[in-house]
C-alpha cells in the first residue's frame, strides 16, 4: 500500500475543462509525496519516536485495530516509546503485537504501561534504513511518474479531439512536467533529511 492508487488528475465529466489539470495534478502529486513521508516515518532512526509503531495493529474484540486507536503513545527520552492502553485488557494483546511485528523491539509490560527500549542503532542498521528510505522515495517517484503520464496522455487525447492546439498541448505539457520536477525535487528533499536523521549518531 506503499504506492498510492493511481488516479487520473482530470475530471473526465468535463468535455472541456479551464487550465484541466495543474490544481488537480498537483493535488494528486502532494498525496503521493504524503504517502512517502509517512514510509519515511515508519523508518527507526536513533531516537525514540512514537510513530515507529503507526503500522503495528492488535486484535483488540476479533478486529484488527491500529496500536494509536487503543492506546497514547509517547516519548517520555530519546531512547524510551511508552504506551498507555485505554483500556488495560487489551495490555497483553498490545504486547504481543509489539513482540511480532518486524520492528525488533521487545516491549516491557508493568501491567499498566508498556515501554519499549529504542537501542541505539549500529552502523550497519543504519545503512540498512537509509536503502530503505531510498526505496520509499523510489516508489513515491514511480507513482508521481504514473501521475505524470496520466496527465499527458489525457492532453494529447484532448489535442486529438480538437480541445486544444497543438501550442496548447504543448504547453499544457511543459506545465504537467513542471510539476512532476517540483514534487521530484520535495521527496529528494524528504529523502535527504530523513538519511540525515538516520545517519546522526
Wanted: with cysteine.
Amino acid at each position: 500500500d506503499r504506492i498510492p492508487h493511481r488516479q487520473s488528475c482530470l475530471n473526465p465529466s468535463e468535455p472541456n475543462p479551464p487550465d484541466m489539470s495543474t490544481k488537480d495534478l498537483e493535488a494528486s502529486m502532494r498525496k503521493s509525496v504524503e504517502a512517502t513521508q509517512r514510509n519515511f516515518n515508519t523508518i527507526r532512526t536513533g531516537r525514540a519516536n512514537s510513530s515507529l509503531l503507526d503500522r503495528v495493529s492488535v486484535e483488540y474484540y476479533g478486529a484488527e485495530t491500529p496500536l494509536k486507536s487503543l492506546a497514547t503513545l509517547s516519548t517520555p527520552d530519546s531512547q524510551t516509546i511508552q504506551i498507555q492502553p485505554f483500556d488495560l485488557s487489551a495490555l497483553a494483546s498490545i504486547e504481543k503485537a509489539i513482540a511480532m511485528s518486524e520492528l525488533g523491539f521487545t516491549p516491557n509490560n508493568d501491567g499498566k504501561i508498556i515501554r519499549i527500549n529504542v537501542p541505539p542503532l549500529t552502523e550497519e542498521r543504519r545503512k540498512e534504513f537509509c536503502k530503505l528510505a531510498s526505496k520509499y522515495a523510489e516508489e513515491g517517484k514511480v507513482a508521481l511518474r504514473n501521475l505524470r503520464r496520466d496527465a499527458i496522455d489525457k492532453i494529447k487525447k484532448q489535442e486529438k479531439e480538437g480541445d486544444f492546439s497543438e501550442d496548447q498541448s504543448r504547453d499544457e505539457q511543459e506545465s504537467v512536467q513542471k510539476t512532476l520536477d517540483k514534487f521530484i525535487a520535495e521527496l529528494e528533499k524528504h529523502l535527504a533529511e530523513k538519511e540525515a536523521d538516520i545517519l546522526k549518531v
